[in-house]
Antibody
């Protein structure tokens, strides 16, 4: 059973860069036809898809965040990472990492527990 | 403004049936991409309750069911129980955004 765990600073200053890592256990980030993704949820609001990376390394990003987001994959460490630049208070949210699939008929079937990132000086 | 549209809230008494709608477009639900439903208890990560429109993962009660028609999908919960009180999100793929999209979420209250 695949498990995911987010890690990174819980507090980031405005205009700085948010960096988070997701460590995968019980499975491989090299898995066939897998996508590794980041999703966030501001307090009291809905889920927002940030972006995803395929096992080949190709990426897709939410157009609303694309200019500030990078997702990378480190298969040797079985991890993938998120960087979000020029953060503001609007980026304060719980950030989740999750596993998805190339087949759209398969859901986001494994999620991390989420990590709260607060943007504040 | 979410790409998929859900009602903000629904409610029902124990034992009743409720449905939650999810309206999309010709770039997401319409072309036949799978629609998935997630249950989120506040403070926890979302959990799949329906995948690929109508399928239930093992361990999810058969009180949960899904349907899809055209550019819309629905989640139905029968025999409502207190433990069903949660937020529910629909999700699909969008071929104009080249990514996944979510509904805005629906808060289910069991009266």
């Amino acid at each position: 059973q695949v498990q995911l765990q987010e890690s990174g600073p819980g507090l980031v200053k405005p205009s700085q860069t948010l960096s988070l890592t997701c460590t995968v256990s019980g499975g491989s980030t090299s898995c066939h036809n897998c996508y590794w993704t980041w999703i966030r949820q501001p307090a009291g609001k809905g889920l927002e898809w940030i972006g995803r990376i395929y096992t080949s390394g190709s990426t897709n990003y939410n157009p609303s965040l694309k200019s500030r987001v990078t997702i990378s994959l480190d298969t040797s460490r079985n991890q993938f990472s998120l960087t979000l630049g020029s953060v503001t208070a609007a980026d304060t949210a719980v950030y989740y990492c999750a596993r998805g699939h190339y087949d759209s008929r398969r859901p986001l079937d494994s999620w991390g527990q989420g990590t709260l990132v607060t943007v504040s000086s | 403004q979410s790409v998929l549209t859900q009602p903000p809230s629904v409610s029902g008494a124990p034992g009743q049936r409720v449905t939650i709608s999810c309206t999309g477009s010709s770039s997401n639900i319409g072309p036949g991409y799978g629609v998935h439903w997630y249950q989120q208890i506040p403070g926890t990560a979302p959990k799949v309750v329906i995948y690929a429109d109508t399928n239930r993962p093992s361990g999810v009660p058969d009180r949960f069911s899904g349907s899809k028609s055209g550019t819309s999908a629905s989640l139905a919960i029968t025999g409502l129980q207190a433990e069903d009180e949660a937020d529910y999100y629909c999700q699909s793929y969008d071929n104009s955004l080249y990514g996944w999209v979510f509904g805005g979420g629906t808060r289910l209250t069991v009266l």
